[in-house]
């Protein structure tokens, strides 16, 4: 078995201090307590020269050795990302509270479909829309847009020659219709200031020194294309209301030149020119259509009243044969055509001179008798705004509107409950089998000045007119205080 060896003292040093503690225990606990101090201070020095400047073989040791976590090491609170506070968009500028209505009087069912636009005719803001963006027919409201565009193109000054010049053949003369159809066949007509075939035969029969007149041309080409538009009601024409759109003719081509409303005939041509004869006093000289040779003599020339006179008579009478004329004058001297096909782009041409977009527009006639023609109620309110503002030309617009309850197509209407609004109201009237439609200026009650148009479409009957009347003069009564509601 083995055997445990006998344990040798000890030797050394520490074996040195251990045996003088036992004899000294006291002085040897503070000596001990004071040399630890220097050790821990000393290894805490030589620690920190470790750690300041460690060897090649430390920083690999310690490269090796894992870190141990702890469960006393806080965990970073994050930092809360500020939310971005909404930037106040700018203030809008106040708004007055509007309280006055017209709602009622726009459902009444006479109006059938109804449509319609009030602006302020000074700030042009839109006071009231109720489908003022839809394109519909207008009736003989379209004669504005027409008149507009004759003062825009041809001028107030502007006048219409019908001409006489002698023809290749002794004794005959040819008669060139210009386009005024105003051209009376007596000494008077319906139309104001008008040009007299009298006093062209007086001129042609001085200038061929009495000779007499054998053979009479008549060249009505100054226009062209279709005299009657294809989309018109022709018993417009039987029924007095227009005539066939011509470059030559007299009184409108009314069997009485001195009513508004007249029977017209299928040969308006044909009758200026057996008009021309009998003022000539020949009656016995053979008649044919054709066209007037270059070069001859000029044998008598009359001219009509100005565009401004003929502006406010087609406006005041809604005088449909002489908004044709205007539209179609318009249309040559623009270099657009002379064919009712030529309105399209002639009519808005015109009137974007005004600053208007006229991008929506669907113009096929200058009376309004169809219903192919397209205007907005917004687009009238702009217009008449300009109107109203009597700029370029457009105060002769103004001037020469009916008036209403006192004068034109408006002499009549409203009446009764509509008559405070009587006298403050300068609008166009149209009337065609399927719609009515009022549009122009009101001198609204508490001094503001309103520009309106409002349609009546479709299931309608003459007592839409009294409808319109009722819808206008509640615009007059709220004035600026109108809501769109």
């Known amino acids: 078995m083995s055997e445990i060896p006998e344990a040798k003292p000890r030797t050394g040093p520490l074996s040195g201090l251990l045996r003088r503690a036992r004899q000294r225990p006291r002085l040897f606990g503070t000596t ?276 401004s006179t003929m502006v406010q008579d087609a406006l005041l009478r809604s005088d449909n044969t002489e908004a044709e004329m205007l539209a179609r004058l318009t249309a040559i001297t623009q270099g657009s055509g002379n064919s009712f096909s030529a309105l399209g782009a002639s009519t808005p041409a015109a009137l974007a001179s005004y600053g208007l977009d006229t991008s929506g527009l669907v113009i096929v006639d200058g009376s309004g008798l169809s219903d192919d023609n397209g205007v907005s109620p917004n687009f009238l309110t702009a217009l008449f705004a300009k109107i109203a503002a009597r700029e370029g030309n457009l105060g002769i617009i103004a001037d020469g509107l009916p008036v209403a309850g006192e004068s034109g197509t408006l002499a009549g209407r409203f009446t009764g409950s509509n008559s405070d609004a009587a006298g403050q109201v300068i609008a166009k009237t149209g009337w065609i089998d399927t719609g009515y439609t009022l549009s122009g200026i009101i001198s609204a009650a508490d001094g503001s000045t309103l520009t309106f148009a409002f349609f009546a479409l479709d299931d309608v009957s003459d007592n839409s007119k009294q409808a319109l009347d009722t819808v206008t003069a509640a615009a007059y009564r709220c004035g600026n205080n109108l809501s769109n509601q």
């Open 32 to 307: 001990a307590a004071a040399a630890a101090l220097i050790v821990l201070g000393g290894g805490g020095l030589v620690a920190g020269a470790a750690v300041g400047t460690p060897s090649s073989t430390d920083a690999a040791r310690v490269a090796t050795v894992p870190i141990a976590s702890t469960s006393a090491t806080a965990t970073p609170t994050p930092t809360p990302t500020p939310t971005s506070r909404p930037v106040p968009a700018a203030a809008l500028p106040a708004q007055p509270v509007r309280t006055c209505s017209i709602a009622e009087a726009a459902s009444d069912s006479r109006l059938g479909t109804f449509s319609g636009s009030v602006r302020n005719a000074t700030t042009g803001e839109v006071l009231y829309d109720h489908g003022g963006g839809t394109y519909s027919r207008t009736a003989s409201v379209m004669k504005v847009l027409t008149s507009a565009a004759a003062l825009a193109v041809l001028g107030p000054d502007h006048r219409v020659s019908t001409t006489v010049v002698a023809g290749t053949e002794p004794g005959q003369v040819v008669l060139i219709g210009g386009g005024d159809i105003t051209l009376a066949s007596g000494s008077s007509n319906v139309y104001p200031g008008a040009a007299s075939m009298p006093d062209l035969a007086a001129q042609v029969t001085a200038s061929l020194g009495g000779a007499p007149v054998t053979s009479i041309v008549l060249d009505s080409s100054a226009f062209s294309g279709d005299a009657w538009q294809p989309s018109w009601n022709r018993k417009e024409l039987f029924d007095g209301w227009s005539s066939e759109v011509t470059a030559l003719q007299v009184d409108g081509d009314r069997a009485n030149p001195s009513s508004s409303q007249s029977t017209r005939s299928e040969d308006p041509i044909g009758r200026a020119g057996s008009a021309f004869a009998s003022a000539l006093g020949a009656s016995g000289a053979t008649i044919s259509q054709g066209v007037a040779p270059g070069g001859t003599a000029t044998l008598g020339q009359v001219q009509s009243a100005p565009v």
